[in-house]
Each structure stands twice: as structure tokens, then as C-alpha cells.
């Protein structure tokens, strides 16, 4: 009973801290730069807090009354720095939860399984259910009155600080943090990346997760082994980087996803109907996740149950701490280097589990000799990641009525060398493909700009919708000088407007990669000319004449406007008759939204209208 | 069809802009004519004023329509489920709506898609479109609020080619023959309908006389001058097509 009590209380919290960070997040713009420096606020303070053997100075009672105030951390979007001010409030109870969870742990150290399978628990529970504010709330009830039942933990001295054992397991979680982000553009490679696919994505990777944390990871941690299992894991991870995304490149290829999607093997186990796995079929993606992410995911699970102390003597007192800390160290270097270090994170993640290997190994009971050895044989295996250099050409191999192929980058001479049609970043993977076409049409543009496996750009037959409602836009706001374009900018319209008027053009698009990449010509390499593109619209300059969003891709939470913080950012940012438009098909809503929608207009603006732009597509 | 809904960050006390000459004409050439303030008005959704009742929907974390429209995610076959969408978010819209406007029609022609996979409006084959009778009778409604908004020709020229496809003769000669005598509309692709609805009847008389007037406006518009060398000859249009169009490319 305690036992499930406390998988409650566990379960509960990690939703609770999950909330925090989203609510944070949004507070400073709502972008995945700015999701990672939140994750890495909560990471930090937890970690910190973890370092003390009870409550870190600060009472666990009023600390979690405070917690459940950070639910307000939305209403501060568009003024960052006081969200980020009024966040830093939330550092001493979040410091006082971590060194809760860390009193919890010291007393039942077998309770770590629990502690890490109720973390996947509360994230599978707030993604599969998405309660919104309420829900935030109940969890933040839920988890208080569970706490109160729970013994606290007895305060004891703090031991004198040992810096050195500290740094593999630091260096451990702040490697797979790394790698997950550098393995983050293929997740949803092959699929919508709506919230049910991630949920099925999440799962499947968590059962590889725990099957491995069970079974390997749990028989190595309570043998002497146990620091040598994790080094071969960490090195394991950090050598095996490229293969893990070359992996990923290969299973994009139109034989190879059909070799493991065809095969008639799952014909016969699920008695579908096409020629492979469907895309809405509830084992599709967990079977691409599995080919793509189950070694890194065993790995992993083999590295961090070993990074963990069998006793207290054996790490200190410091078991969790390092991993939360070097976790949230991780998310905020690459919340503040953010998007123009990811070309580069392959190989810093690489180099971090190569050095968390090499100090697991140094911290190993061998003979001096043995030790100086194998550190410096791990010192030059550092040479493998930095010298790593994976395929990244990635292909389609969905196909729908066309068949799709990346485009060729032309071989003209004007094209800016520095300009691909492919750029991954952050769960992104924005590129050209190429449709095919008959005869008749192979004279014509047929370049689409995707992103993971969702199409962006407007068809030939739908760009004259795209390109009307712009200029609609723009004739309502009577001839915006300065204009804000949120989301994927669609070069056409822009440049049928710039034709027939002067204006300065902002981007707020995440990542800023691929609002580069729309804006850029495909054909010819040119791009258009825009001041600033920068990942959400807190960081526009404004003021803006218009500020105009395009519903695409909505399904996928990234892709989705639909957030009343944006509103209320597009209206900080507007001049004083300026305005904002959003504009949307009514396919690409479901009944009990729309209404909602226009109700957050009418909060926000003082005036508001709703027009229906009759457009057809091209015949 | 889009909805755009625009936000304005002062108090509004004039009309809404209409676009500039240069703009207005690339406009209309995308199917948007934006002449004067009632091409405007007709496109315009007048909303009662307290339109929702969940607003956690959009805010916070955890936000619930992060879920709610993981059903509007690309399918393969999406059969008609794209359309049976569309119509069910017009018709929870239309209640809220205060005034007769170009919803109630979409609403209804949304819901009119009864079919196959290519059965939906995004098809750009007007074969594959259906019609009811009810999507055109609210669009005639606004049509007399409206008449001389340029953004209703422009829905009723689209409408045309599909009844004119479907060979829908009796609703041709309800609606049409009403816009052109009772409104006096003598745009060209009115009269075409006309002209294809008479040779239908076999009147080859009354169709060269509809497309004598289209030709006397616009004497190289092409469709009407196959119709008039089908009508001359006192031939029907081939069953799989109509003039102007040629569905073999």
C-alpha cells in the first residue's frame, strides 16, 4: 500500500513538475529554446535540492503551496523578463522537492524504479489526457495530499562535498540529454507528430526503456560490474551517434521501410488491408521507433540505472543530484546556444559520453596502472565522435497519390553555398522534396517544402488560395509598412505583395531554420529579404503594422497557433490600429473549437471580425 | 474556403479597408473581387458576442486542443472525412452567426458530399462535387441581401460549372434564370449555364441567344464560342464534358 502510495506521489509530482516547465516555457515565449531553458530551471533547482539529505532549508509545505502558483506563468507571456523574474520564485520550493525526492530515495533506494516509472507514468498520463490548467491543478492537489501522508524524511547532516565522484553520472545524463536532442529531428520522421503518435512513440520507447532498466540495467547495478557496465554504455552511446542517425537514414529509404513495413510476417499478426503498416495504424509508429531508437533507448536505461549508487557510501550522498543537475545543465547550454549549435551536437554529445566513460572508468577499484590506461584509451576514443560525420540525406518513403524524392540542390552558380535544401534542427526536419508529375507538368515548380513528414507548402493548385488570403490581410490593415509573418512564411504571397508595395518583413518561426528554408527559392536559390527571423514572436521587434498567421500542420503541437499567449503577444506587438489575422480551412479544426477560438479573439482585440473568403482552388 | 479571423488592436470606427487598385485586381484575379464595401460585407461573419464557454482550451500547460485536433492530422485516405469536418465545424458556427451569411451555404454544401474518397470540395474536378438544393437556396437568401456584391458572381460562376457538369438542369433554370432576370446579372458565366441548360433542352434557339450576348460583352471567351459551334450545328455537349473544359489532360 505504501509502495503505491508512493508511485501516486511520484507520479503526480512528475506532472506537476511537467506543468511547471510548460507553464514557464510559455511565459518566455513558448518556443523549443525556451522550453529547454525551462526544463533546465526545474532540472537545476532539482538537482540542487537533491544534493541535501532533507528539505533544503526551505518548508516542503508552503513550498508546494507556491508551486501551484506557477500555473499563472502563461498570463506573463509577452513580457519575458517578468516571467522570468517571477519564475525565479519557484527555485527555492522546486530545490526543496528535489531534496524531498532525494531524502525518499536515501531511506528506500529500491524505490529509484519506482521513482523512474512513475516519471514515464506522468508523462504519458499528461500527454495521453492533456487537462489543461484544471488538471495542472489537480495533479499539484493530488501530489500535496499524497505528500502529507508520506513520512518526511529525517534531516541529517550534510557530508562534506566530493566533487570528483560526481562527474560520471553528471556527464552521463548530460550526454543523453544531448543525444536525445540530436536524435530529435527523426522522431517523427515517418509520421504526423500529432500528440497520439507521440504518446504511442513515448510508450514504446519506455517499454524499451524499462525492459532493459529491469532486466540488464537492475542485474549489473548490484554487482561490482556496475561502474564498468555504465562506461561501456556511455561509450556505447557516445561512439555510436552517427550510427544511430544513419540508422535512421537508411530506414528512410523506399526499400528498406518497406522491407520491415511489408513484411508478411506483420500481414499475417495484424490482417491489414495495404500493401504495409498503414500510418494510422495503432503499431505503426511503435514499430519505426523501435527500429530507430531501441538500442540508443536500452543504452541509456543500462547507463543511468548503473550511474546510480548501491548504497550511500558508494557515490556519497550525491546518487541523484549529479543526474538531474548535468540533465538540466544540458537543456539550459542548449536553451541559451540554442539553434545554431545543433549542427554541431551530435559531436559535443558524443564527446560528453565519451568523458562520462572515461570518469565512470577512472572512478573504478583497479590498479593504478589498469586505471591511467583505460582513461587514456577513452581519451582517444574521443577522436571517433568529433571525426563522426553521418549521412544526413533522408528520403520519403510515404507515398500518397505522388511519390516523393528530395530535391537536388541546383548547380548554378548563384546558389549560396552555404544554403541546403535540407536543414535538421531540433525535432525538426525541414527540406525540399520533389513531387513527381506527368510529362505535361515536369515544366512546373514542383518543390514542396515538408517538415518531418508533414507538408507545409501550399500545392500548385492551392497557392493562389494562400497568396489571396495574404493580400487580404494586407489590404484590411491598408498598406502595412511592417509585417510580422508567425509560422512558416509563404515566399509567393510575400512576393506578390512586395510587387505592389514596400514593406519590412519579420518571422517568428520555430525553428528559425525552417522559416529560412520557406523563405528561400528552391529553383533559383534567391531568398527573400526579411529583417529578423527569430523563433517565437516575444522576440520580434515590433511594432507591427500586421501580424499574420496561417494555420498549417496544426495537428502537431509545434505547428499549432492556436494559444491564447500568442494572441496576447501579436497585441503587444501591434501599433495602435495595426492588426492581427489568422486564418484557417474548417477542416483543419474539429467541432467545440472554433467558436472557443473566436471568443480568445474577442478577450484580447478590442475589435474583432470573422470574415468566410469564398476561394476555390485553382482549376 | 478559409476563415479569417482579424483582431484589431484599437477601437474600429470607420469601415474595414478595401485593398488598393493594384491589389484589388490581382485579388479578383484569385478569385477574390474586393471592389466596394458590399463585396466586403458579404464576406463578413458577424458573431454574437459570447461565443465560448472552455477557456482552458488555448492556455496554460497542458493545453487540451493539443489533443482535440490530433484528429485533423493528414490521413492517406482521408475518404470524405475531410468535408464531414468542415461541415460539422459550420454548422456549430451558424447559430453563433447573427445575420444570413455565406456560411449557412457552405455548411450545407459541406454536408452534401456523400461519397467516395475524391468526393470532397478540395477536389478541383466539378464532377466530384455535389450539390444540394438547400446550400443553393441559402446562397440565393444572401444573394438578395447582397445582389450586387462581386464575391457572390464569383460563387455563383463556380457553382455554375458544377451544375452545368452535373447536368443539373432544373436548378440551373430555378436559380440562374432568376439571377439574370429578376437581379439583371449578365455576367458571362451566368448566361453560359443558361446557354448549357437550354441546349440540354434542346432550345438551340434560346442557348445562341445567351451566348450572342456573352460574345457581344467578350467576343473571344472561348467557352462560349465552342457552345456556339455546337448549338449551330444543333449538337449536344459530349456527356463526359462541357464547353471550356477538357477533362483528358
Redesign the interface.
Given at each position: 500500500m505504501r509502495t503505491l502510495r508512493l508511485f501516486l506521489y511520484f507520479t503526480a509530482l512528475v506532472g506537476l513538475l511537467?506543468?511547471?516547465s510548460?507553464?514557464l516555457s510559455?511565459a518566455l515565449g513558448g518556443s523549443t529554446a525556451d522550453s529547454f531553458l525551462a526544463n533546465g530551471f526545474v532540472l537545476l533547482a532539482l538537482g540542487l535540492g537533491a544534493r541535501f539529505r532533507c528539505v533544503g532549508f526551505v518548508p516542503l509545505r508552503a513550498s508546494f503551496l507556491l508551486l501551484g502558483f506557477a500555473?499563472i506563468l502563461?498570463l506573463l507571456a509577452g513580457f519575458a523578463p517578468l516571467g522570468a523574474a517571477f519564475a525565479a520564485f519557484f527555485f527555492l520550493p522546486l530545490r526543496a522537492v528535489g531534496a524531498c525526492i532525494s531524502g525518499i530515495l536515501r531511506q528506500q533506494p529500491h524505490h529509484l524504479s519506482l521513482l523512474a516509472l512513475a516519471s514515464w507514468c506522468g508523462w504519458l498520463l499528461?500527454t495521453?489526457?492533456?487537462?489543461?490548467?484544471?488538471?495542472?491543478l489537480l495533479l499539484w492537489l493530488v501530489a500535496a495530499i499524497l505528500q502529507r501522508t508520506l513520512p518526511t524524511p529525517e534531516p541529517e547532516p550534510s557530508p562534506p562535498l566530493a566533487f570528483l565522484p560526481l562527474l560520471p553520472p553528471a556527464f552521463s545524463a548530460a550526454g543523453i540529454v544531448l543525444l536525445f536532442l540530436a536524435l530529435s529531428p527523426y522522431l517523427s520522421l515517418f509520421d504526423?507528430g500529432?500528440?497520439?503518435?507521440d504518446l504511442r512513440r513515448g510508450a514504446s520507447l519506455g517499454m524499451v526503456f524499462f525492459l532493459c532498466w529491469f532486466t540488464f540495467g537492475s542485474g549489473f547495478a548490484n554487482t561490482p560490474a556496475r561502474k564498468g557496465i555504465a562506461a561501456l554504455g556511455s561509450l556505447a552511446l557516445g561512439l555510436g551517434w552517427p550510427y544511430f542517425v544513419s540508422n535512421i537514414a537508411q530506414l528512410s529509404s523506399t526499400e528498406n521501410y518497406f522491407r520491415w513495413l511489408g513484411d508478411p510476417r506483420l500481414h499475417n499478426l495484424f490482417s491489414f488491408a495495404t500493401r504495409s503498416v498503414?500510418?494510422?495504424h495503432p503499431v505503426y509508429v511503435p514499430i519505426l521507433t523501435c527500429i530507430g531508437f531501441a538500442l540508443p533507448s536500452a543504452l541509456t536505461a543500462l547507463v543511468l540505472r548503473n550511474a546510480f549508487a548501491r548504497n550511500h557510501q558508494d557515490w556519497g550522498p550525491y546518487s541523484l543530484a549529479p543526474l538531474l543537475l548535468g540533465s538540466g545543465v544540458a537543456f539550459l547550454f542548449c536553451g541559451f546556444f540554442a539553434y545554431p549549435l545543433f549542427p554541431y551536437l551530435g559531436w559535443i554529445a558524443g564527446t560528453t559520453l565519451v568523458s562520462a566513460a572515461m570518469f565512470f572508468w577512472w572512478n573504478l577499484s583497479l590498479p593504478k596502472p589498469l586505471r591511467w590506461l583505460g582513461t587514456a584509451s577513452l581519451l582517444c576514443c574521443l577522436y571517433f565522435p568529433l571525426h563522426a560525420a553521418p549521412a544526413l540525406t533522408f528520403q520519403h518513403p510515404?507515398m500518397?497519390a505522388y511519390v516523393w524524392t528530395p530535391a537536388p540542390k541546383p548547380s548554378n552558380a548563384s546558389w549560396p553555398q552555404h544554403d541546403s535544401l535540407q536543414t535538421a534542427n531540433y525535432f525538426s526536419l525541414p527540406r525540399y522534396l520533389l513531387r513527381n508529375a506527368t510529362p505535361?507538368q515536369l515544366a512546373l515548380d514542383r518543390t514542396f517544402l515538408f517538415d518531418d513528414?508533414?507538408?507545409l507548402a501550399a500545392g500548385l493548385?492551392k497557392q493562389?488560395?494562400r497568396?489571396?488570403?495574404f493580400?487580404?490581410?494586407?489590404?484590411?490593415?491598408?498598406?502595412p509598412q511592417k509585417i510580422c509573418w508567425v509560422g512558416p512564411p509563404n515566399r509567393q504571397a510575400l512576393q506578390?505583395?512586395k510587387q505592389?508595395?514596400p514593406m519590412e518583413l519579420s518571422v517568428a518561426c520555430d525553428p528559425p531554420n525552417l522559416g529560412r528554408l520557406a523563405l528561400l527559392n528552391p529553383i533559383s536559390g534567391e531568398s527573400f529579404p526579411s529583417l529578423s527571423i527569430q523563433p517565437s514572436l516575444t522576440r520580434c521587434e515590433g511594432p507591427f503594422d500586421l501580424v499574420f498567421m496561417q494555420g498549417q500542420?496544426?495537428?502537431?503541437?509545434r505547428h499549432?497557433l492556436?494559444?491564447?499567449?500568442i494572441?496576447r503577444q501579436?497585441?503587444l506587438r501591434?501599433?495602435?490600429?495595426?492588426?492581427?489575422?489568422?486564418?484557417?480551412?474548417?477542416?483543419?479544426?474539429?467541432?467545440?473549437?472554433?467558436?472557443?477560438?473566436?471568443?480568445?479573439?474577442?478577450n484580447?482585440?478590442?475589435?474583432?471580425?470573422?470574415?468566410?473568403?469564398?476561394?476555390?482552388?485553382?482549376? | 474556403m478559409r476563415f479569417a479571423i482579424v483582431g484589431q488592436r484599437g477601437v474600429r470606427n470607420d469601415v474595414w479597408a478595401l485593398p488598393w487598385s493594384d491589389l484589388a485586381s490581382r485579388l479578383e484575379e484569385l478569385g477574390l473581387p474586393l471592389w466596394n464595401q458590399e463585396d466586403l460585407s458579404a464576406l463578413q461573419l458577424p458573431t454574437k458576442d459570447d461565443l465560448g464557454n472552455n477557456p482552458w482550451l488555448f492556455r496554460g500547460p497542458f493545453r487540451p486542443v493539443n489533443l482535440a485536433l490530433a484528429d485533423t492530422a493528414f490521413r492517406l485516405v482521408a475518404e470524405n472525412s475531410l468535408s464531414q469536418r468542415a461541415a460539422a465545424v459550420c454548422d456549430e458556427l451558424l447559430p453563433l452567426v447573427l445575420q444570413p451569411s455565406l456560411l449557412s451555404f457552405y455548411a450545407a454544401e459541406f454536408s452534401a458530399q456523400e461519397y467516395s474518397v475524391h468526393d470532397t470540395y478540395l477536389q478541383s474536378n466539378p464532377l466530384a462535387i455535389e450539390v444540394s438544393e438547400d446550400a443553393l437556396e441559402k446562397l440565393m437568401e444572401l444573394t438578395l441581401l447582397h445582389p450586387q456584391a462581386k464575391t457572390l458572381h464569383r460563387t455563383w460562376a463556380e457553382v455554375g460549372v458544377v451544375l452545368v457538369e452535373l447536368r443539373e438542369i432544373g436548378w440551373i433554370q430555378q436559380y440562374f434564370q432568376r439571377l439574370w432576370q429578376e437581379l439583371g446579372w449578365q455576367d458571362a458565366e451566368i448566361r453560359l449555364a443558361l446557354a448549357h441548360a437550354a441546349m440540354e433542352m434542346l432550345d438551340f434557339d434560346l442557348a445562341l441567344d445567351h451566348i450572342h450576348a456573352i460574345l457581344a460583352q467578350y467576343p473571344d471567351f472561348g467557352p462560349a464560342l465552342e457552345l456556339q459551334h455546337l448549338a449551330e450545328k444543333q449538337e449536344q455537349v459530349p456527356r463526359d464534358a462541357h464547353a471550356g473544359h477538357n477533362h483528358g489532360d
Open positions: 511537467l506543468g511547471i510548460d507553464s510559455l500555473g502563461p499528461t495521453a489526457w492533456a487537462p489543461g490548467l484544471p488538471g495542472f504526423s500529432a500528440l497520439p503518435q498503414p500510418e494510422e510515404l500518397d505535361s513528414r508533414n507538408s493548385e493562389g488560395i497568396e489571396a488570403e493580400l487580404f490581410a494586407a489590404a484590411l490593415a491598408r498598406n506578390a505583395l505592389r508595395a500542420a496544426m495537428w502537431e503541437q499549432s492556436l494559444r491564447a499567449e494572441l501579436a497585441f501591434l501599433k495602435e490600429q495595426g492588426l492581427c489575422v489568422f486564418v484557417a480551412s474548417p477542416e483543419d479544426f474539429v467541432p467545440g473549437i472554433l467558436p472557443q477560438w473566436i471568443q480568445e479573439f474577442k484580447i482585440f478590442p475589435t474583432t471580425q470573422v470574415f468566410l473568403l469564398p476561394l476555390a482552388p485553382t482549376k | -
